[in-house]
């Protein structure tokens, strides 16, 4: 196998999205989800976290809560890793999320690769970086923001519930927040907008809201969307005008994916020098 062949690396990745027997039959979902939280843990101040290390190996960043039920992306993707072992993990991971996103109808994600794993566990970002679905618009600004976004981006990331699913037995939440969850689109902004929610407690003993009809639903992070003004502008650009909201999309997700990748000489993200540099 050709060393660098991206392309037989997609194909391979195309090839495990189906999947009859798991959730609505796509891998496509938790593997844009397995992108997004190796990103997430960026700190700008630090230049710690981030996609670049793959640290989520690690069981230290792997058992923090809010990574429950990722162990199944990355089991979607490790004969892959085994087929071609010259790609990294952090490069594997995140090129499947732009790869994903991309085959169920969203917007093609610019994406580098170059990004090295790290060897040991010196650095395993501390748990607790990533978002919690329990709280409001102050919580997910502080948490957004020390990754390096604005309103209009942490608006249109969210966009990514259009995809997939809750799991009542890894983040407690249940369900999905559109009728075609595995099918890209702005439908979540339009629903967001349109439906009626109803805050009530689920078979987990959690707050969510439920649509009148009772089988879509959304996170309490979800509402406070709507109704924070700043927020609820960019929802409502984005429900009315899909060709924006995949622009978007598309940026700010190429962005997540090199948060903490520090690109040295041929675009390779060394550790010590993304390290270094931040020093
Ligand atoms: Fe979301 N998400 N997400 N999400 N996410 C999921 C599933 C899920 C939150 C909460 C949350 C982003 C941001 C945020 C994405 C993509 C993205 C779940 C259900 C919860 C509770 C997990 C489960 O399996 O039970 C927030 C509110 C707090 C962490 C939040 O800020 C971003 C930025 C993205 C990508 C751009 C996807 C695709 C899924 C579906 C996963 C699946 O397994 O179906």
């Known amino acids: 196998?050709?060393?660098?062949?991206?392309?037989?690396?997609?194909?391979?990745?195309?090839?495990v999205l189906p999947q009859p027997g798991y959730d609505d039959g796509s891998a496509g979902p938790v593997l844009v989800r397995l992108a997004w939280h190796a990103s997430g843990t960026y700190d700008k101040k630090s230049g710690t976290g981030?996609?670049?290390?793959?640290?989520?190996?690690?069981?230290?960043?792997?058992?923090?809560?809010?990574n429950n039920g990722l162990d199944h992306a990355r089991a979607f993707l490790e004969p892959i890793k085994q087929q071609f072992p010259?790609?990294?993990?952090?490069?594997?991971?995140?090129?499947?999320?732009?790869?994903?996103?991309?085959?169920?109808?969203?917007?093609?994600?610019?994406?580098?690769?170059g990004r090295v794993d790290d060897k040991s566990e010196e650095y395993v970002p501390p748990n607790g970086r990533l978002p919690d679905a329990t709280q409001g618009e102050d919580h997910i600004r502080s948490i957004f923001y020390r990754m390096g976004f604005n309103d209009q981006e942490i608006v249109a990331l969210s966009g990514a519930h259009n995809l997939g699913r809750c799991h009542g037995d890894r983040s407690g939440f249940e369900g999905p927040w559109v009728p075609m969850p595995t099918r890209f689109s702005n439908t979540y902004f339009?629903?967001?907008?349109?439906?009626?929610?109803?805050?009530?407690?689920?078979?987990?003993?959690?707050?969510?809201?439920?649509?009148?009809?009772?089988?879509?639903?959304?996170?309490?992070?979800?509402?406070?969307?709507?109704?924070?003004?700043?927020f609820r502008v960019w929802v409502e650009k984005y429900a009315d005008d899909k060709d924006l909201f995949f622009r978007d999309f598309a940026a700010a997700f190429a962005k997540l994916l090199e948060l903490g990748v520090i690109r040295g000489p041929q675009g390779v993200a060394l550790r010590e020098y993304s390290v270094r540099a931040k020093l």
């Open 86 to 113: 010259w790609i990294s993990y952090a490069d594997l991971w995140t090129f499947a999320g732009v790869v994903a996103v991309e085959a169920m109808g969203g917007p093609k994600v610019a994406w580098r690769a």
């Open 190 to 230: 339009k629903l967001l907008l349109r439906a009626e929610w109803i805050k009530k407690k689920n078979s987990t003993g959690l707050e969510q809201f439920y649509s009148d009809e009772g089988d879509l639903m959304m996170l309490p992070t979800d509402m406070s969307l709507i109704k924070d003004a700043k």
């Open 50 to 66: 981030g996609s670049n290390g793959a640290t989520m190996r690690f069981h230290a960043e792997a058992a923090d809560g809010a």
């Open 1 to 15: 196998m050709v060393s660098g062949d991206y392309e037989a690396v997609k194909a391979a990745i195309l090839a």
